[in-house]
């Protein structure tokens, strides 16, 4: 941080100036740098560095985060660097976390320190502050750090949704099972009187995915730069929903990060590790020419060097599949590809409804009437109709995004919808679609920003709702709406819920009002309408399970299979040069000892081809990551072998990983059949007794298709 900077100052006769700059309360090394010019050019520079302490110093050493149910020291030093013995006063203060004793005397020589352990326990699921005080008769020194308690157990997330239309009612479901920590259970009910609302509403969980390959990067700001041009010409106001002036800045970070990202042959895989997909790169590629026609900057010569590769590929039909060739001839007419289309011949009659989407989307910008006439009477006869709506994609099982239904189902939108606006299954489609939300967005980012770029065209032609809602839970009325009153197309909705028996376990700080009403088993939502006019309701439930096991999927057996395991490493001395190399031993889970280096070795299994596999691994709280492992050589080990083995490029199976203040995070683009293993270095640090999360293998877009490792305690000691 730089607290102080002047280009003005002059020197008097003797070349010198005097100025006052006030320090920060910061414990802290500051370096101050002069530069000087003569009036003849001849320059200078020098440093000096400033170090700001205090007599009286007091730390304190608590973990990244910790998890609900985690016992652990917390570590007080007090430093007297006094010349005289001081009698100190230290007092613990915390929020968030129970503590055993608060207040201690203690005696510390000059020039001395001392340590002093309290007992902390994590019970609440919060934001948990922890200050401490050091007090003598001439000094005294305090520090606070605030860091997040967190739930324990397997993530369950459960979504529902439907429109009810005029004076219907409808009600949604969500099943609690027994036994769930209530501090974890969370129920986030949206009702939206238009589709506008509903979008913008999805954008704000596209902003904030916490990954960020290839398609997340596009998927979190190229569908808002459409939905805000879209209520632009409109002349919508929803200036409470999205800021302008951040709409620039999300697209210059975006464009940035996928400079980085790109290959070096110009096109794009999922991340940097990988090869140029076809896919990916035509996506991107259609995201900035979006971009640009929206008049947004884009950096020319990453667009330039990707249409290279991207007309390369199509050239020389580089594609995994047909509905992949399809998506890149409507990427290329789009760019003004026209010549390209003249040697596209008729698709033979064999494609999937999201092929033929595709095509129609292509035919659509080139003006090919054949070609328009003969997918819309595809699409017409292809539509799955049931219960007064519309969907395409037979199956009902899927974790390809070839077969998603969503998906499909937005694309055939976003077709039909340009080449016959009023065909008269485009409104039994966007109910389906709509039905699909779960929560405030669909299942998937891509879901999510397909579904927005499929409906672009229907938001322009939506009639205002003057419909009047009831939301009831369990037989309590929550909220009362009269949408005639929403005068903005942003005004959706929302709730957030909680169970009864949520008790103020922290005083005041929480809220125990009249959205406390779930309850263990069936939870019962209603909606009742009146007046005319559509309303979107949608829920999403969280909550997680202590221990228990879950159905590793419930479409049959896991789709993964994970292994978690601890090794001990030891240091031994080998050769004649004295060089070193670690042994690794198995750890009990209770014998772990601060100081300690750990290797964790996690095994996934899959009797399957799988492909886009998000892996999220927690680590026990009083732990920290060793990442840079250059001096380890493990014995037996062939990823630890020294900083020759692995240093400047990249030779892992998987795609990419990072290192979270509370897991170990890694992707894969492709995994085939049979046994991969991974592994990383902890070192233990803060005594305690701390509860770990299963490591946890699923399918990024279709997440309920995963499996998990077994539920851990371990105890550090001193």
């Known amino acids: 941080d730089a607290i102080y900077w002047n280009p003005l100052l002059r020197t008097d006769e003797k070349g010198e100036v005097k100025i006052k700059i006030q320090l920060p309360d910061n414990l802290t090394t500051w370096r101050t740098t002069a530069r000087v ?10 440093r000096a560095k400033i170090i700001t302490t205090k007599d009286l110093l007091v730390r304190m050493e608590l973990p990244r985060f910790m998890s609900v149910g985690d016992e652990l020291l917390i570590a007080t030093t007090v430093h007297n660097y006094l010349d005289t013995e001081k009698e100190v006063t230290l007092r613990l203060k915390a929020k968030g976390v129970e503590l055993e004793g608060s207040e201690k005397q203690v005696t510390i020589p000059a020039n001395g320190e001392m340590r002093v352990d309290w007992k902390a326990n ?14 003598t008769n001439e000094e005294s020194d305090a520090m606070e750090l605030t860091i997040p308690v967190q739930p324990y157990g397997l993530e369950i997330v459960k979504g529902e949704s439907l429109a009810v239309q005029d004076t219907d009612n409808g009600i949604l479901e969500f099943e609690l099972p027994r036994g769930i920590d209530p501090a974890s259970v969370s129920l986030k009910l949206n009702a939206d009187n238009s589709i506008s609302s509903a979008l913008l509403a999805s954008l704000e969980d596209l902003i904030g995915y916490p990954y960020g390959c290839v398609e997340q990067t596009m998927s979190r700001f190229l569908p808002t730069v459409i939905v805000s041009n879209t209520l632009d010409k409109l002349g919508t106001d929803y200036s409470s929903t999205i800021d302008k002036m951040e709409i620039q800045k999300m697209v210059d970070q975006g464009f940035k990060r996928l400079g980085e990202l790109q290959h070096k042959d110009g096109g ?26 929206s008049g947004l900057k884009v950096k020319q ?19 995994d599949d047909p509905t992949t060739f399809a998506y890149q001839m409507m990427v290329a007419m789009h760019l003004g590809y026209d010549e390209l289309w003249e040697k596209v011949k008729m698709p033979n009659g064999n494609e999937g409804a999201y092929e033929q989407a595709l095509w129609l989307q292509a035919a659509n910008i080139v003006g090919d009437k054949k070609m328009q006439e003969h997918m819309l009477a595809r699409l017409s006869d292809n539509a799955v109709r049931e219960g007064g709506v519309a969907y395409w994609g037979d199956k009902k099982f899927y974790y390809r995004w070839q077969d998603d239904r969503v998906e499909t189902t937005a694309n055939v939108i976003k077709a039909i919808s340009e080449a016959d606006p009023d065909n008269e299954l485009l409104f039994d489609a966007v109910q389906w679609i709509m039905r699909q939300r779960k929560g405030n967005s669909w299942h998937n980012t891509r879901q999510t920003a397909m579904t927005v770029y499929g409906l672009q065209e229907i938001i322009k032609r939506e009639a205002d709702s003057n419909s009047m809602v009831e939301i009831w839970v369990n037989g309590k009325k929550i909220e009362a709406l009269d949408w005639a009153l929403e005068k903005e197309l942003s005004n959706g909705k929302s709730w957030k819920l909680q169970p009864e028996m949520f008790t103020a376990s922290m005083g005041d700080e929480i809220d125990l009002s009249k959205y406390n009403v779930l309850r263990e088993g069936k939870n019962k939502v209603e909606i009742k309408q009146t007046g005319k006019g559509i309303t979107y309701l949608s829920g999403r439930m969280r909550y997680f399970r202590d221990g228990i096991p879950e159905n590793k999927t419930e479409y049959g057996e896991p789709t993964f299979t994970v292994e978690r395991e601890y090794y001990k490493l030891s240091l031994q001395e080998t050769g004649k ?13 209770n014998e772990w000892k601060s100081g300690d280096d750990i290797l964790v070795k996690v095994k996934l299994s899959s009797k399957n081809e799988r492909e886009y596999i998000l892996v999220e691994d927690p680590i026990p709280a009083g732990c920290e990551f060793i990442r840079n492992t250059d001096a380890y050589v493990i014995d037996g080990e062939n990823s630890y072998q020294g900083r020759s083995r692995r240093h400047g490029y990249w030779n892992y199976w998987y795609t990419h990983s990072e290192f979270r203040d509370d897991k170990f995070a890694m992707t894969v683009t492709r995994m085939g059949k049979g046994d991969f293993e991974y592994s990383y270095l902890l070192k233990a640090q803060i005594p305690g007794e701390y509860k770990v999360s299963p490591a946890v ?15 851990t305690k371990v105890s550090i000691t001193d």
């Open 37 to 46: 010019i003569t009036d003849d050019t001849q320059v200078g520079e020098t």
């Open 122 to 135: 994590a019970k609440w699921i919060t934001d948990a502050t922890v200050s401490v005080e050091a007090l």
């Open 268 to 293: 794009w895989g999922w991340w940097s590790h990988d090869g140029s997909h076809p896919f990916m790169t035509a996506y991107v590629l259609y995201g900035m020419q979006i971009a640009n026609e």
């Open 301 to 319: 010569a990453v667009f330039e060097k990707a249409k290279k590769k991207f007309r390369q590929q199509v050239e020389a039909e580089q594609h």
């Open 577 to 589: 040069d004295g060089g070193k190399k670690y042994v690794k031993e198995k750890m009990k889970l």
């Open 697 to 711: 293998a699923q399918l990024m877009y279709y997440p309920e298709f995963r499996g998990y490792s077994d539920f």
